[in-house]
Nanobody, 124 residues
Framework: QVQLQESGPGLVKPSQTVSLTCTVSGGSITNNYYYWTWIRQSPGKGLDWMGA???????VYSPSLKSRTSIWRDTSKNQFTLQLRDVTPEDTAVYFCARGRFRRQWSSVYFGSWGQGTQVTVSS
């Protein structure tokens, strides 16, 4: 039922800041305890977890990206936003937003709902 959709610029130049917004429909980002998450995939690489925000607005970030990353939310629009600063060509990737749920059964977070992804290319 829940749907997620990413939006933002597809092409940015090195050193710029990119902001991507995830719009959530069919469920509130403050209603249940989910981890509203940003994940990216670079060409030829696996999924790279970037960070997340929970229903209370608390955030957590990948240590490798923490200095350049911010995540916030707009509860009135049911959206959450990723900001990645000082980008380089290595940041070129498909960026996904996803909903994660902690599962006590296997002590893991399960990402059951994903957006379709949006391509971000960093090039001069």
């Amino acid at each position: 039922q829940v749907q997620l959709q990413e939006s933002g610029p597809g092409l940015v130049k090195p050193s710029q800041t990119v902001s991507l917004t995830c719009t959530v429909s069919g469920g509130s980002i403050t209603n249940n305890y989910y981890y509203w998450t940003w994940i990216r995939q670079s060409p030829g690489k696996g999924l790279d977890w970037m960070g997340a925000i929970d229903l209370n607005g608390d955030t957590v970030y990948s240590p490798s990206l923490k200095s350049r990353t911010s995540i916030w939310r707009d509860t009135s629009k049911n959206q959450f936003t990723l900001q990645l600063r000082d980008v380089t060509p290595e940041d070129t990737a498909v960026y996904f937003c996803a909903r994660g749920r902690f599962r006590r059964q296997w002590s893991s977070v399960y990402f059951g709902s994903w957006g379709q992804g949006t391509q971000v290319t960093v090039s001069s």
